[in-house]
Every structure is written in structure tokens, then in C-alpha cells.
């Protein structure tokens, strides 16, 4: 059997870096592997024939997928710098706002992303709606974990990575001081935090990368001449 710990992720899927974000917390030595979705590779498909989906840890041949499952399969497994509070209620309240983050909170800024200007007042609707939710979660705390980074800080690592290359792209503001103060600041302190910050993809080539699928977006959905 092979030994070791592998990451099979992407360049920029938020997926893939809440797992970098993870191991680099909790020490844990590891391969990183970027795969090509386009032309998936038989180890992709070996470790994760259903879904054929990044991120997938594979520790000793062993393979975990579905990012927010790894983060827990990671926390069990590597006790050192819990992510998880002791507490059983508080963490399934981690649980929750991380599913949160997943169910609500992304699809809603991918969707008002993809939208045009004449869409915008009402794509951005529930995006702000929910994100009033994680404003009010961070009341009295530097993170969600509380005064360090935790499961859900991890989870939620997206929004420092991606809103702002959003905001370039779309010219509009997301989460900013006057707005979110409370998320803006923790969007500064969560992206300078070392461990954070030595991981993130080069910020023009995610504008690029994003601004291509949108425009592709837009062009899909403009009627035929």
C-alpha cells in the first residue's frame, strides 16, 4: 500500500485550498497534485469513481472526498491544533455555518456573479441576506473560531479569496466596511494569517480565469440575434 498523505485538487478551486488551509494548520506533511478536470486523470478516477470530483485526500491509499468530510476526516485523524471546538453543541453549530457557507452563502454569490448589469439590483438580494447572517455570527469575535482560526473560518475561507475577484470583475462591492464591517475585518485578518496567506493562488490569474467564465456565462444566455 502507498504511504503518505496526497491532495488531489485544482490551482483555484475553493475546495481544494480549504484542504491546503487544513494540513498546513494541523502540520501535516502532504503531496499536492493539480489535476486537469478537462482531462481527468486515472488516479482522479481511480480514487473518486462516482463523483470524479476534486478535492480528494488520500491517506496511505486511502481516499476521503467531499471537502467539508475531509476537513473532519483531517480533524479526527490529526489531533494537534484542533479546528473543532470540545464542545458537542458548539460544534455542531460549526457544522452548520459551515454547511451554510456551501449550501447558501456560494451558490448565491456564483449566481449574482454570473448575472448581467440589468439583473444585478435583484441577484444581489440574497447574497447580501445571507451574508447579514454571518455579520451577526461574528459579533464579539476576531474569527469564527473565536480568537483563532477554525473549522468554520476554514469553510468560509473562499470569501477572502474569491469576493474580491468578484468585486474587480463585476465593479460593485460585496463586503466592505460600511456594509459588513465585522466580515470585512475578518477578511483581513483570516487572508494575512501566515498559514492563510503562503497558500493563496495569484490573485490576476483567478480574475482572468473567472472573468472568462462569466463572459462565457453571459454569452450562453444572450438571446439569438
Excluded at 497534485?33 to 486511502?62: F, M, Q, R, T
Aim: proline share 8%.
Amino acid at each position: 500500500m502507498e504511504k503518505g498523505v496526497k491532495l488531489l485538487k485544482t490551482w483555484s478551486s475553493p475546495f481544494g485550498i480549504r484542504i491546503v488551509w487544513a494540513l498546513k494548520v494541523k502540520g501535516v506533511q502532504f503531496e499536492p497534485i493539480d489535476e486537469d478536470l478537462i482531462n481527468k486523470s486515472p488516479l482522479l478516477l481511480l480514487y473518486n469513481p462516482v463523483h470524479k470530483k476534486i478535492p480528494v485526500l488520500v491517506n496511505d491509499g486511502k481516499p476521503v472526498v467531499e471537502s467539508l468530510v475531509i476537513l473532519e476526516y483531517i480533524e479526527e485523524t490529526w489531533k494537534q491544533n484542533p479546528l473543532f471546538p470540545e464542545d458537542p453543541l458548539e460544534r455542531a453549530a460549526a457544522r452548520f455555518w459551515a454547511k451554510f457557507g456551501d449550501d447558501k452563502v456560494m451558490p448565491s454569490i456564483w449566481e449574482a456573479f454570473i448575472k448581467g448589469r440589468e439583473e444585478e439590483e435583484c441577484a444581489f438580494a440574497p447574497v447580501f441576506e445571507n451574508l447579514k447572517f454571518l455579520e451577526e455570527e461574528l459579533k464579539g469575535k476576531q474569527f469564527f473560531g473565536g480568537e483563532r482560526i477554525g473549522i468554520v473560518d476554514i469553510a468560509f475561507g473562499w470569501l477572502a479569496n474569491l469576493v474580491p475577484v468578484f468585486e474587480e470583475i463585476h465593479a460593485v462591492k460585496m463586503i466592505d466596511e460600511e456594509r459588513f464591517p465585522l466580515l470585512y475585518a475578518w477578511m483581513q485578518e483570516f487572508s494575512k494569517a501566515p498559514v492563510i496567506a503562503d497558500c493563496w493562488p495569484p490573485h490576476e490569474k483567478l480574475v482572468n480565469k473567472f472573468r472568462a467564465i462569466r463572459d462565457q456565462s453571459l454569452l450562453a444566455a444572450a438571446p439569438n440575434a
